[in-house]
């Protein structure tokens, strides 16, 4: 690539970063509540649109829309997750989960990893949206007497998250892929192309998991402790 291939590389992933430090930046430094940092960054992409000149009614309709749909779908799956859970709860089925996993006799890591375990799977079937709702509140707790980090668990979790959006038959990105490659490009061609992502994503967990001072480090400095 010359020159100036690499300066037009470079500066079209510009507004992509500074959309990602106005929505995250914003939380993290303090400045807007994460539902504020939503609103901003719905805001910054409208402008994004318009510089792009594909801002239109059509759009911000379509958009509202699709927003709707997905936070009714949000909605129904919180809803739903909160009664199977309170249900759970009711009939004592988060002791027996504590006990099964106390009488693994695993200790802190051992357990963390078996979570990692059922969540990597689980992403093979159920959306992040599910997998939060429904497995956090029943697994956290279990580690959380184990004394288990919960920034360090949770970030991890949000590390192994990701392998939901490529891991078939639900990943959410293959779809969208299938729906942009050409014709000849088969579903079973995605799946085998995605294979290494997945694997880079798992390599990332086990790095974050022997170091953890890679995620601990930066909130550590933030907010001490």
């Given at each position: ?67 709707t ?12 997750a ?65 004394g ?9 979790m949000?590390?192994m ?45 086990v ?19």
């Amino acid at each position: 690539p010359t020159g100036k291939e690499i300066a037009m590389a470079f500066l079209s992933t510009v507004p992509t970063f500074g959309l990602i430090l106005l929505v995250l930046g914003s939380i993290f430094f303090g400045v807007a509540t994460p539902t504020e940092a939503a609103g901003l960054g719905a805001a910054g992409a409208m402008v994004l649109a318009a510089i792009n000149g594909r801002l239109s009614l059509k759009t911000i309709r379509d958009v509202g829309v699709e927003t709707t749909l997905t936070t009714c779908f949000i909605f129904a799956i919180f809803i739903g997750a909160t009664v199977f859970a309170y249900v759970l709860r009711l009939i004592g089925g988060d002791e027996v989960i504590t006990d099964f996993f106390k009488g693994l006799g695993l200790g802190p890591t051992g357990l963390t990893i078996v979570v990692l375990a059922v969540v990597f799977v689980a992403g093979f079937f159920l959306d992040w949206f599910e997998i939060v709702l429904i497995i956090v509140p029943l697994l956290a707790p279990v580690l959380k007497l184990a004394g288990v980090d919960q920034t360090w668990f949770l970030i991890l979790m949000a590390l192994m998250l990701q392998t939901s959006f490529l891991t078939p038959p639900v990943g959410f990105s293959l779809f969208y892929l299938k729906g942009v490659v050409p014709k000849e490009v088969t579903i079973g061609d995605i799946y085998t192309g995605i294979i290494p992502f997945v694997l880079l994503q798992m390599l990332m967990v086990v790095v974050c998991f022997a170091y953890p001072d890679l995620i601990l480090w930066l909130p550590k400095q933030m907010y001490g402790g």
